[in-house]
């Protein structure tokens, strides 16, 4: 049964890292990218980070970069987001999704992705 299941949320203060995983079933991972979004209330779905297929390129939205750092571990199927000195902006749910094309988007579009994990929840506060 082909899965993304997110792992790693919760409540941390301002300056703290977390570290999400995205644990992957059902597919070969290194076939393809894999892409980290947020979403807060009341906003829309924010593009955090990808990884392409062999792990070799990455991107970062301007928001996240020099704090954010995605990763990939293909002999445990799993994507990572380390997130290091976290802001009250960074709350947000956290999802990955696996996209459909073999290099990482750097706009949001929702049909570049076929397969999405539920959510981690990331809230950054005092």
């Known amino acids: 049964q082909l899965q993304l299941v997110e792992s790693g ?3 941390v203060q301002p300056g703290g890292s ?3 995983s995205c644990a992957t079933s059902g597919f070969t991972l290194n076939h393809y990218t894999i ?3 947020r979403q807060a209330p009341g906003k829309e779905r924010e593009l955090v980070s990808c990884i392409d297929t062999a792990g070799g390129r ?3 939205a301007d928001s996240v970069k020099g ?6 571990d293909n002999a445990k199927n799993t994507v990572y987001l380390q997130m290091n000195s976290l802001k009250p902006e960074d709350t947000a749910v ?5 996209g459909k094309y073999l290099t990482c988007r750097t706009v949001y579009k929702g049909p570049d992705y076929d397969y999405w994990g539920q959510g981690t929840q990331v809230t950054v506060s005092s």
């Open 9 to 11: 949320g919760g409540l």
């Open 18 to 20: 977390l570290r999400l």
């Open 35 to 37: 892409s980290w979004f």
């Open 58 to 60: 990455t991107n970062y």
């Open 67 to 72: 704090r954010f750092t995605i990763s990939k």
């Open 94 to 98: 956290y999802s990955c999704a696996r």
